[in-house]
């Protein structure tokens, strides 16, 4: 057996140096979700190598990535001292504490100002994190339940695209955000209570991710109800939006001295009405990309809610409680939606939701045609989108090249900017 593994590793490895495409083609054709881990961490750290971004030179409009290079770029060119940056991050009056990016900047920084080798060690820390959350949850899916509908399938299609390997666009955020999803999965689904120690991880690498903190330690010591859950969460559906001074003062409260400043920078007017606007000029298909999104997560969460009342479950197994976590945090990020347009910690939140209630094991979708088509023409309507997204930052050699190949390009660029100057 292990042999046979060994052998099929190889074999995975050598379509890697050919072909990472023609590798991703084979395991989605042959997927295995006790075996998968390895050949989507190939191409997801491919993917990281060959990442395509607009030029350098629009950083400070542009996206987090285009920010990320420059900042290589400004660390290899003006080198600082490693220790007394560090100290300073951590000193009262600086107000910065994730230092994630940072550090892996200064050390890729020290050999080379490739962007790629910068992306490419983003990619190795989130593919890790990514692969291996869905590997516990696909663990603790049964066999049965696994394979029974077209409608789970598409659900597990989903999950892998909820916060995929793309996201190393803004890898401070969507890195914490798996880093604490692997603590939760690890806590709930492993029963590991020692993962609770690494929950500063994530924080350090995103800032932000002191408020899902936060959320936890509270739901300690909530009660574990479930009429309880279920009203937080219909109240946050309707959830409009709460006056932003008295939400600020609230969370000022509550969060540490020196997170102040960056938490001021996310919440002013400004920021916020600047916000909605790109949210308004958006097109059509992210538009609705995001409505669908959360409607598939409301209809999925209350059928859930619906079935343990139908199968009148009252123990607290620990999918249970898991599954009362999550809808908690999925409606404290509804309210931080509606108020801040926090989609991001929406989108977050609705990952570790969606485990949840796969990891119940319960056929929760009701049969009824009505209920089924429609909610499936959503699911293939936002996974059609997601993959869409993922063509911005996909250059060509992602299809035909390999490693090697990526290794003499300077800056890929995506297959859409390509399109243009073909026709251009």
């Given at each position: 057996?292990?042999?046979?593994?060994?052998?099929?590793?190889?074999?995975?490895?050598?379509l890697f140096l050919i072909n990472p495409f023609l590798?991703?083609?084979?395991?989605?054709?042959?997927?295995?979700?006790?075996?998968?881990?390895?050949?989507?961490?190939?191409?997801?750290?491919?993917?990281?190598?060959?990442?395509?971004?607009?030029?350098?030179?629009?950083?400070?409009?542009?996206?987090?990535?285009?920010?990320?290079?420059?900042?290589?770029?400004?660390?290899?060119?003006?080198?600082?001292?490693?220790?007394?940056?560090?100290?300073?991050?951590?000193?009262?009056?600086?107000?910065?504490?994730?230092?994630?990016?940072?550090?892996?900047?200064?050390?890729?920084?020290?050999?080379?100002n490739d962007t790629k080798i910068l992306f490419l060690?983003?990619?190795?820390?989130?593919?890790?994190?990514?692969?291996?959350?869905?590997?516990?949850?696909?663990?603790?899916?049964?066999?049965?339940?696994?394979?029974?509908?077209?409608?789970?399938?598409?659900?597990?299609?989903?999950?892998?695209?909820?916060?995929?390997?793309?996201?190393?666009?803004?890898?401070?955020?969507?890195?914490?955000?798996?880093?604490?999803?692997?603590?939760?999965?690890?806590?709930?689904?492993?029963?590991?209570?020692?993962?609770?120690?690494?929950?500063?991880?994530?924080?350090?690498?995103?800032?932000?991710?002191?408020?899902?903190?936060?959320?936890?330690?509270?739901?300690?010591?909530?009660?574990?109800?479930?009429?309880?859950?279920?009203?937080?969460?219909?109240?946050?559906?309707?959830?409009?939006?709460?006056?932003?001074?008295?939400?600020?003062?609230?969370?000022?409260?509550?969060?540490?001295?020196?997170?102040?400043?960056?938490?001021?920078?996310?919440?002013?007017?400004?920021?916020?009405?600047?916000?909605?606007?790109?949210?308004?000029?958006?097109?059509?298909?992210?538009?609705?990309?995001?409505?669908?999104?959360?409607?598939?997560?409301?209809?999925?969460?209350?059928?859930?809610?619906?079935?343990?009342?139908?199968?009148?479950?009252?123990?607290?197994?620990?999918?249970?409680?898991?599954?009362?976590?999550?809808?908690?945090?999925?409606?404290?990020?509804?309210?931080?939606?509606?108020?801040?347009?926090?989609?991001?910690?929406?989108f977050a939140s609705d990952f570790i939701l969606l485990?949840?209630?796969?990891?119940?094991?319960?056929?929760?979708?009701?049969?009824?045609?009505?209920?089924?088509?429609?909610?499936?023409?959503?699911?293939?309507?936002?996974?059609?989108?997601?993959?869409?997204?993922?063509?911005?930052?996909?250059?060509?050699?992602?299809?035909?090249?390999?490693?090697?190949?990526?290794?003499?390009?300077?800056?890929?660029?995506?297959?859409?900017?390509?399109?243009?100057?073909?026709?251009?």
């Amino acid at each position: 057996m292990i042999s046979a593994v060994s052998k099929i590793k190889k074999t995975q490895l050598f379509l890697f140096l050919i072909n990472p495409f023609l590798l991703l083609f084979t395991s989605i054709r042959n997927f295995n979700r006790k075996n998968f881990f390895f050949p989507f961490f190939l191409v997801s750290i491919f993917f990281s190598y060959q990442f395509a971004t607009q030029d350098i030179s629009d950083a400070a409009e542009g996206e987090d990535a285009q920010r990320y290079k420059a900042y290589l770029h400004i660390l290899h060119d003006y080198p600082v001292d490693f220790v007394s940056s560090i100290l300073s991050a951590f000193s009262a009056e600086e107000g910065e504490a994730d230092i994630y990016q940072f550090v892996v900047t200064y050390f890729v920084s020290i050999f080379t100002n490739d962007t790629k080798i910068l992306f490419l060690f983003f990619g190795v820390i989130f593919s890790f994190f990514w692969l291996k959350n869905l590997e516990m949850i696909l663990k603790n899916i049964g066999e049965e339940y696994f394979n029974k509908t077209l409608i789970v399938s598409l659900l597990i299609f989903l999950l892998f695209l909820i916060n995929p390997i793309w996201q190393i666009n803004g890898a401070r955020f969507w890195t914490a955000a798996h880093v604490f999803s692997f603590i939760i999965l690890k806590y709930f689904l492993e029963q590991n209570k020692r993962a609770l120690f690494f929950l500063p991880f994530p924080i350090l690498i995103h800032f932000s991710l002191i408020l899902f903190v936060f959320f936890f330690i509270l739901y300690k010591f909530l009660p574990k109800n479930k009429l309880f859950f279920l009203i937080i969460y219909i109240l946050s559906i309707f959830f409009v939006e709460l006056d932003i001074s008295a939400l600020n003062e609230l969370f000022k409260s509550a969060i540490p001295l020196k997170f102040e400043d960056r938490f001021e920078s996310y919440t002013n007017v400004e920021y916020i009405d600047n916000i909605k606007l790109q949210n308004s000029i958006s097109s059509f298909h992210i538009k609705f990309h995001g409505i669908f999104q959360k409607y598939i997560m409301i209809f999925l969460t209350l059928f859930s809610f619906i079935k343990l009342y139908e199968e009148k479950i009252k123990s607290l197994d620990y999918r249970i409680v898991f599954f009362y976590f999550s809808v908690m945090l999925s409606s404290i990020s509804n309210i931080l939606a509606a108020t801040y347009n926090f989609n991001r910690f929406l989108f977050a939140s609705d990952f570790i939701l969606l485990a949840s209630i796969l990891v119940l094991n319960l056929e929760v979708i009701p049969k009824a045609i009505f209920i089924r088509l429609p909610l499936k023409l959503m699911i293939l309507f936002v996974i059609f989108v997601k993959i869409r997204f993922s063509l911005l930052h996909t250059s060509i050699w992602f299809y035909i090249g390999n490693p090697i190949v990526v290794s003499f390009i300077d800056n890929p660029v995506s297959f859409f900017e390509d399109l243009k100057s073909f026709f251009n």
